[in-house]
């Protein structure tokens, strides 16, 4: 399978703690992105990378996120003392910089705080 | 502040049926208009998209009505089959990521 794969699939974590997603995208793919859905909404954009630059973030994206992929291939995304109301779908996508706006996603990690 | 307005909500169609959504946008430097489907547990999957150069794009029982006047746009699904069940998404961009609608869910029943 060369898609977008995401992992873990699903995450139950307790308020406070910290976690980490981890995105593997379309291997000949150079932009990589990130997107939250909450339930009965559509995805809503976090932060994509162009190689290894994080070209632009949302202003969703809290000081308790932060996103790498340092060398272009893989990205993470971690989120720090965790609250409820980051219960959600993150998703992650690729695609090929000529062809930015096609993307192709993964099938997310589904993220419950407890 | 919505950037897509998507509608209906939700949808129900007989089989053999067209299945209609809408979609409306405000930002004319949007130039990209995509549709994804959504199956409950996967990430979205692009469907078809159109760019505002062609007012109509057609794939197989799928078509892309784009009205540039009115910042509109619109996928019919021509004889809607149940497998056609799942959620779909109009998106938008113009040199920029993605902006989604919220989604209607359709349900195409026997």
């Known amino acids: 399978d060369t898609g977008v794969s995401q992992d873990p699939r699903h995450k139950i974590t307790k308020r406070g703690q910290n976690v980490t997603f981890r995105c593997d995208p379309i291997?000949?793919?150079?932009?990589l992105y990130w997107y939250r859905q909450t339930l009965g909404q559509g995805p809503e954009f976090l932060t994509y990378?162009?190689?290894?630059?994080?070209?632009?973030k949302s202003r969703l994206l809290s000081d308790r996120f932060s996103a790498e992929r340092p060398k272009g291939s893989f990205s993470t995304l971690e989120i720090q003392r965790t609250e409820q109301g980051d219960s959600a779908m993150y998703l992650c996508a690729s695609s090929l910089a000529r062809q930015g706006e096609k993307l192709f996603f993964g099938s997310g990690t589904q993220l419950s705080v407890l | 502040q919505q950037q897509v307005k998507q509608s209906p909500q939700s949808l129900i169609v007989q089989k053999g049926g067209i299945s209609i959504i809408n979609c409306a946008y405000e930002?004319?430097?949007?130039?990209?208009f995509p549709w994804y489907q959504q199956f409950p547990g996967k990430g979205p999957a692009l469907l078809i998209a159109i760019r505002p150069d062609v007012s109509e794009k057609k794939e197989g029982r799928f078509t892309i009505s784009f009205n540039k006047s009115a910042k509109q746009f619109s996928l019919h699904i021509m004889d809607s089959q149940p497998g056609d069940s799942a959620t779909y998404f109009c998106a938008a961009s113009g040199n920029t990521p993605l902006v989604f609608g919220k989604g209607t869910r359709l349900s195409v029943i026997a």
């Open positions: 291997s000949e793919h150079n932009r």
């Open positions: 930002n004319t430097a949007f130039d990209y």
């Open positions: 990378f162009q190689n290894e630059a994080q070209l632009e």
